[in-house]
């Protein structure tokens, strides 16, 4: 059983930076799938940026195009944490963030909800304009 907690959300103004945090506990870390999802009041939540581990030991990392070029999600095995950077954010960003996790590898990070079995609370990210 995987556990994840978030931490790092709080209000930004737009133009601003932001870094969320997920740590998780039991399971072998490095070799788990993470994903960042978030939910916006009133629409369902949606793949934000995800990175996996595959069989040439390197990992691999996707984003939602809404977001590539501004977030990078990256990994400290170390430290059993997951981080998302978010850079020049847009009120269009404000949402509920989740982590999530599986024991899936491969090159492609998958970008589905239903393919997560673990999740955190969540964290609130709020962009003002």
């Known amino acids: 059983q995987v556990q994840l907690v978030e931490s790092g959300g709080g209000l930004v103004q737009a133009g601003g930076s932001l870094r969320v945090s997920c740590v998780a506990s039991g399971g072998t870390f490095r070799r788990y799938a993470m994903g960042w999802f978030r939910q916006a009041p009133g629409k369902d939540r949606e793949f934000v940026a995800a990175?996996?581990?595959?069989?040439?030991?390197?990992?691999?990392?996707d984003y939602a195009d809404s977001v590539r070029g501004r977030f990078t999600i990256s990994r400290d095995n170390a430290k059993n944490t997951v981080y998302l950077q978010m850079n020049s954010l847009k009120p269009e960003d404000t949402a509920v963030y989740y982590c999530a996790a599986d024991e899936f590898y491969g090159a492609s990070p998958r970008t589905s909800d239903r393919e997560y079995g673990y999740w955190g609370q969540g964290t609130q990210v709020t962009v003002s304009s």
């Open positions: 990175i996996s581990w595959n069989t040439d030991n390197r990992y691999y990392a």
